[in-house]
């Protein structure tokens, strides 16, 4: 039994010792001033949460018994990251609240410098084709040789094109807009809540390890 505790404890610290890696990992080079940076840093903190979460458990398992002293200093250490760790938890739920506005924000931006000018493209031929007179829309089916359609029925189905264009292109950045919103703000609920969860649980072992302080 004993050598089966050392072996909880050994993949324990083993646990906590990928963690930093990961949090090294995901901390450099920072992003402070970036939104986006914090938001998908932070959910990755969340999503990464068992894994410290069991190493804690495992190398507090058993209490103090069998422990050399140097453990004993290692896991009085721990015991404080633990609520250093909660409270880090705590502060991810700000992250979760203040950031999705601003990337909603900036995600609309970039949906509409892919979709507005295409838009503006269809108004525009549909305005062209508004002023130009018989002459010119003559013009205009030679240069793109057509034959067989007359002035008036060809200008009403270009017309009628861009008249589509334009509301399938609107559809689709709302369409795309609120894909993304919806997904973003499921995220920041997810995520919020894991970490408000992720935070109470560690401060719990914080709690239940007052011996090893």
């Given amino acids: 039994m004993t050598s089966f505790l050392v072996l909880f404890r050994f993949v324990g610290y083993g646990l906590l010792l990928l963690t930093l890696f990961d949090v090294v ?5 920072p992003q402070f001033s970036s939104p986006g940076w914090q938001f998908q840093t932070a959910g990755g903190f969340v999503e990464r949460s068992a894994v410290p979460l069991i190493g804690f458990i495992l190398v507090f398992y058993d209490n103090h018994e069998a422990r050399k002293k140097r453990e004993l200093i290692v896991l009085r250490i721990l015991s404080w990251i633990a609520l250093l760790s909660g409270v880090f ?42 002023k130009a007179d018989a002459a010119q829309i003559e013009a205009l089916m ?18 009628q094109e861009a008249v589509t ?13 609120s894909g993304q919103r919806l997904a973003l703000f499921k995220n920041a609920i997810k995520w919020g809540l894991g970490a408000l969860v992720t935070g109470v ?13």
């Fill in 142 to 159: 030679k240069n793109n040789r057509v034959t067989g359609q007359s002035v008036e029925m060809f200008k009403s189905k270009v017309m």
């Fill in 25 to 29: 990992s995901a901390v450099i080079p």
């Fill in 165 to 177: 264009a334009e509301k399938n292109l609107t559809t689709q950045a709302d369409l795309t807009n």
């Fill in 89 to 130: 938890y705590f502060a991810l739920v700000v992250v979760f609240f203040i950031t999705p506005p601003t990337l909603n924000d900036l995600s609309q931006k970039q949906v509409a410098a892919q979709y507005e000018p295409r838009i503006a493209q269809a108004k525009q031929i549909q305005t062209q084709l508004g």
């Fill in 201 to 213: 649980i560690f401060v719990r072992i914080w709690a239940g390890t007052a011996w090893a302080r």
